[in-house]
């Protein structure tokens, strides 16, 4: 099994910005790429990110393109991801994810999950 530990969440104005991380452990070497979603309340889990485990290969949903960066620590077996001019409507909690298998943006494809970390824009 791979366990999954976000962090870094938290609240923040609107135009500013947060770094969360996600520390895996267990069986690292089964994953083939990691993931970040994103679930508002009332809203479903959405796809944000992801990056291949070897730190190459990121996609981005269009929502945060151009705001939000994944990379991956080779050193230290965790995925970060920095949101820059954060916006009020990317209030959620974010989840960190690893599949085994394939480069994908579907949360079934995902098999590990973390706890998830709540981040907050105000307005």
């Known amino acids: 099994q791979v366990q999954l530990a976000e962090s870094g969440g938290g609240l923040v104005q609107a135009g500013g910005s947060l770094r969360l991380s996600c520390a895996a452990s267990?069986?690292?070497?089964?994953?083939?790429?990691m993931g970040w979603f994103r679930q508002a309340p009332g809203k479903e889990r959405e796809f944000v990110a992801r990056i291949m485990w070897t730190g190459t290969n990121t996609y981005y949903a269009d929502s945060v393109k151009g705001r939000f960066t994944i990379s991956r620590d080779n050193a230290k077996n965790t995925v970060a991801l920095q949101m820059n001019s954060l916006k009020p409507e990317d209030t959620a909690r974010y989840y960190c994810a690893t599949t085994s298998g394939s480069i994908s943006t579907r949360e079934y494809d995902y098999e590990y999950w973390g706890q998830g970390t709540q981040v907050t824009v105000s307005s």
């Open positions: 267990g069986r690292t070497f089964s994953i083939y790429a």
